[in-house]
DNA sequence: CTGTTAGCGCTTTCAA
DNA sequence: TTGAAAGCGCTAACAG
């Protein structure tokens, strides 16, 4: 059967407190270091993490709270947060929530039972009266209340280059295309502030915002395209709306970019690899999961975190956007 | 502080056994349930699973390795996995490998130290000295020895259907773009079998299939296509590929699936909902994933398990093969 | 049916 | 520097 540290103190000829010290870089005598090293070795010998958990109460273990891994976005994200909780020697716990609360809350009410030290959560549900701020909860792109730490991408800063960068390709009457839920949520932004720009540069500016969640989005947008013919540059909420938008564009006989460009927002890709699906505002994911982790894992171990951190969105460009001849960067 | 057992029993002026017996569905009397659950509710107790833990040995969680999760079809699987397990009440850890063997042998060691109860395992790299026949684990996949249990989809069946879907849209000069490693996969019967295929079929067959890692596909397939300019079909290792493929022939100046029609392995789309990414050979995702926690909580369980499943490829119609006339399904 | 009790494997005093 | 011993919070066997 397994061996304990029992098995591994009798081997080494030591007591039990040696062989403890030796596994949690307790400085012992050299030999008795060896001993219980050569016992260990040769037992096979692992930590049962619960017997030590039940000691120092803590697991090691963040869960990731999503609506699906199944969407390039969140798996990147998801990526990302794995990749810099292993280097803090934490592992991953993952949920996709299908956005169903009670699934929410059963991870929550893991920290409770010891399962994990904390959570970060993309949610877009009603779960604010269980997020108190003594969990150690960091939100991603949605705001709780005041004491609940949340990272954000600067949506508003993102909706405005949206604008700009469709202006310096001479688009003349652009439009948004999205959708948008009743929980307030930083994502809103990205419209308002795309329409103030697009105005304040002067150009028409139309808005298709449709309540979620939408039916078919794509009939949507070709109604909208016909209502509005002269539309020559498009900015969506999401890079997936692009695609959708692109594909009624290209229904209706017109070109990307030629005819109409198209922008989206998330900065999505397949894989790290590969190239982005569409011109986009990207997110600075890495950066965010590399925060998220940061806060969260400074709260688990008591330390103070500030509550609200905002992530410089920025442009780029994919293949359905116009290429300008004086390329900056 | 956290109310433990001992608080609940107090508090509802009972034995610490009975309070157990309720929070574990054990019959009791009525009326002692209703105090304990009630003092339950008061103190607002959970149970500590590391104390859980270290009685019954079981953690309830899988750990699942990738290479990453940042894929849509490895987040595909992931999804599925997720949801069955979550269905078991069990709960998922998520490893990105990145391949490094290091960090599969990690994740192998907590099986160990009771951290999970068992793996499944997407892994192209050399771990057969870890995986012995006494660990819980199911590779997707890849074949390991006699007595490791693996589940893969039938890609001799795949690679054939490849041919013959090419065959019914009247290509005549077919070729298969791909990779290959040098570990021994399942992968590589899509090759062979699309090739015995399309030869018996009285197609000419051309064949690109490197050795990876590969530095710039697009530019091998360019340079493949030049050579052979009367490709009319063409049947890429994986959907990812079949992009690759798509980009290289418009920018020869022909069209996909006019001139060129193209059909990929995987059944990739980018999210639940989305559309396949290009015309291919679907992986029954979600059956894979079912069947590997299947058998992964069988042995976990310790019951037996057949140690070889082969599951179905389908073809799946995108946009990128021409449309048949007597459609079937 | 229920209270008491003995550990599960480990960490951490406390003496030695 | 170290061994012995006392729990951590829970489950399960046992005796009532």
Known sequence: MKATMKDVAKLAGVGLGSVSRVINNVPVKESTAAKVKAAIKELN????????????????????????IWHPFFAEFAYYVETELEERNYKLLLCNSDGRPEKEYEYIQMVRQNKVDGIIGITYSDIDQYISSSLPFVSIDRYFTEDVIYVTTDNVEGGRLAARELFKRGAKHVAFVGGHQETPNETKNRRKCFQLEAERLGLECEVLDLLEPIEDLQSDIEKFLLEYPTID???TITDLAA?????????????????IQVIG????????EAQYVVSTIAQPVEDMA??????LL??????????RTVLPAAFKEGATTKKLENREE
Chains 1, 2 share one sequence.
């Open 290 to 295: 590399r925060t998220a982790v940061s806060l």
């Open 265 to 272: 927002f998330d900065g999505l890709k397949m894989t790290k």
């Open 243 to 259: 695609l959708d938008a692109i594909h009624v564009i290209n229904k209706l006989g017109k070109k990307v970019p030629e005819d």
């Open 298 to 307: 400074n709260v688990v171990e008591g330390k103070e975190a500030p509550s």
């Open 45 to 68: 010998y692992e930590a049962d993490i619960y017997a030590r958990g039940l000691k120092t109460n803590k697991t090691y273990t963040v869960a990731l709270i999503l609506p699906t």
């Open 233 to 235: 540059g498009i900015f």
